[in-house]
Nanobody, 112 residues
Framework: QVRLVESGGGLVQPGGSLRLSCAAS????????MYWYRQAPGKERELVAT???????TYADSVKGRFTISRDNDKKMVYLQMNNLKPEDTAVYYC??????WGEGTLVTVSS
């Protein structure tokens, strides 16, 4: 059974940093793209970052230069390093694989 489990969310002050992790199991991991999405209160879920099996990356304009997606294929992990966080980054962050499987999400709150 394919499973994705996110961790690393929490409360952080504006300008702070967090590193989210997503642990994958039950799937062939290394050759497929992985995705981070987020959903803020009252808003639709949006794509934040993508990393291909070949480790090419893309980002939403709103996080470019602040967020970095990476992966460790040996550990079947994907990460989202988030720096210079802003209140508008407050959301539930989700990991997704190339076959439409979602994790349950981890809440990030940016507030002073």
């Amino acid at each position: 059974q394919v499973r994705l489990v996110e961790s690393g969310g929490g409360l952080v002050q504006p300008g702070g940093s967090l590193r989210l992790s997503c642990a994958a199991s039950g799937m062939i991991f290394s050759i497929y793209a992985m995705y981070w999405y987020r959903q803020a209160p009252g808003k639709e879920r949006e794509l934040v970052a993508t990393i291909t099996g070949g480790t090419a990356t893309t980002y939403a304009d709103s996080v470019k230069g602040r967020f970095t997606i990476s992966r460790d294929n040996d550990k079947k992990m994907v990460y989202l390093q988030m720096n210079n966080l802003k209140p508008e980054d407050t959301a539930v962050y989700y990991c997704k694989n190339s076959f439409g499987v979602w994790g349950e999400g981890t809440l990030v709150t940016v507030s002073s």
